[in-house]
Structures are given as C-alpha cells and as structure tokens.
C-alpha cells in the first residue's frame, strides 16, 4: 500500500470528556483487528461523529501503538493514551457491513483507502523489504494466501492457479505467495507445473526476528498481494476479507478466487 504512504505523524492525545464509546484493539490477529477497525470507523463517519481508539496491547505488543504507528492521520480518529473514566469499548459483535446501508461498494472501498493510508516510515520500512527482495518493479499474475491449516487445500490452490493461467492465457504464470509456512510453499511448488514461477518472502531458516520486525514482514506482504490483479484467498480467513476491501482493484469473480466460503462479508 505505499501509493497510500504520507508522512508519519503521531496524533497528539487530547483530554477527552468522561464516558466515551472507544474501538479497542485485540491480541488477535492483525487483518481481524483492521476489519472490525474498519467498520467502526465507516460507521462514525456514516454518522458524522469521533472514533476515540485505544490500540495498544495488541498482536504486536502491549505498548505498540498498533493503528497510530502505522497509519496517517485522520480527523476522524482520536486515539487515547489513557482510557477515560467510565468510558465502555464498543462491542463489535455490533459491527457489520448491513450497518452501513445504503453505502455501495465503491464507497466503502474509498473509505478503506481512506483509513488505511500508510504514514512515511511504515511506507519507508515496507519499501526496503520489496527492495531488499528486488521486486521494486515485479507485477505478478497471481496472488494467494496459504496458511499452516490449509495443506489440505493445495489441491484446489493449484486448480485455482490453472483457473487463472487459462483466463489470462498464461501457460506461464508468476505466482506470488503469502504464508506463514514455507514447507507449504515448497508443496505448492512440487505440485504445480513446473513452467509457473513461484515467489514468497517467507525465511527457509528461523531468524530471530522481533515481533515488530515480524510485523512489517507481514506488511509487506499484504502489500504485495494489494497490487496484484488476480487472487486466491480464502473468505473465512480475515486476510482474505481484509484483501478484497483494501485491493488497488475492484475484484470480480474473474479476478478474485475464494477456495471455501463464496460471499466477501466483514468482519
């Protein structure tokens, strides 16, 4: 998402009356937190107010300012050091896409670029990973995402990829690939034609990597797979949904393969 990078710049804490109603961030995963992140925000802009955050601890740290580290400013949110008294976390059970009727798709999209609009150092640190891996110029055809739970997909990963190569015409296609496990990566491989060219920015060996440092490996593959034109992803999982909100384009069917559930929803 560097198309979407600006300069990094803290929103400065204000003192806030007692009582509010604040998004707080959990120790779930990343794309879990950003997709009910989204629909809180979608919704107070909806209805012309605030949204006060509170995003630490988190799946990063206890003390890493989640959302403010990472995004640009945005009038909409207030993010709070402290929690004021008698102040109550929105249930996000409460959150969901029929919340914000009638916005269409396209408008929700444009929200979502809206919010998640990277500051320039988190632009900065996504870059030097792309750099580092020499794919500053490199489009893929294809994207998926693959992890740990999905070996028994590979299968329909594969018939996903030929799916693609007999749309676009490619016997040959360059697949980039999202996991969190390269024997799954190296299994994908093994089982796939072998004039398709594979790339992952997943380790072979296991670096002693913080959780920050982790964090924006994590990043950047999400940024990979935003600027990649054909996908292959898995609804249920928040990375898949989080994919086809925060995409550079505007997925169909003929663009976007989900391998189980077959209607995008958030959260």
């Known amino acids: 998402m560097t198309s979407w990078g600006g300069n990094r710049q803290y929103a400065q804490p204000k003192k806030v009356q007692e ?3 604040f998004f707080q961030t959990t120790e779930n995963d990343f794309c879990s937190n950003t997709n009910h992140f989204f629909l809180a925000y979608a919704t107070a802009v909806k209805n ?3 949204l006060y955050v509170h995003d630490v601890p988190n799946t990063v740290g206890q003390t890493f300012p989640l959302f403010q580290t990472i995004l640009k400013d945005n009038s909409t949110i207030k993010y709070l050091k402290e929690i004021p008294p008698n102040s109550t976390p929105l249930d996000v059970r409460n959150l969901s896409l ?3 009727s009638p916005m269409n798709f396209q408008t929700i999209k444009r929200m979502a670029r809206d919010l998640f609009f990277y500051n320039g ?3 900065e640190k996504i870059m030097s990973r792309i750099r580092g891996a020499g794919l500053e110029r490199t489009v893929f055809d294809v994207g998926l995402h693959i992890h740990s739970p999905d070996k ?8 996903a990829l030929r799916t693609f190569s007999r749309r676009l015409g490619k016997p040959k296609l360059s697949v980039f690939v999202m996991t969190d496990n390269i024997y799954l990566f190296d299994e994908l491989k093994s089982v796939s034609p072998s004039e398709w060219t594979f790339t ?3 380790s072979r060996t296991s670096p002693s990597l913080g959780k920050t440092d982790v964090f924006y490996d994590f990043l950047t593959d999400l940024h990979v ?3 990649t034109p054909n996908l292959v992803v898995s609804y249920s999982h928040s990375v898949g949904r989080f994919l086809y909100l925060t995409s550079r384009f505007q997925h169909t069917t003929d663009s976007i393969i989900s391998l189980d559930v077959q209607q995008w929803s958030l959260p």
């Open 19 to 21: 009582g509010v109603s």
């Open 48 to 50: 012309s107010s605030s």
């Open 98 to 100: 029929q919340s914000l």
């Open 121 to 123: 150092d988190a632009q």
């Open 152 to 159: 028994k997909l590979i299968p329909k990963y594969v018939d």
């Open 200 to 202: 992952t920015l997943a």
């Open 225 to 227: 797979l935003q600027n």
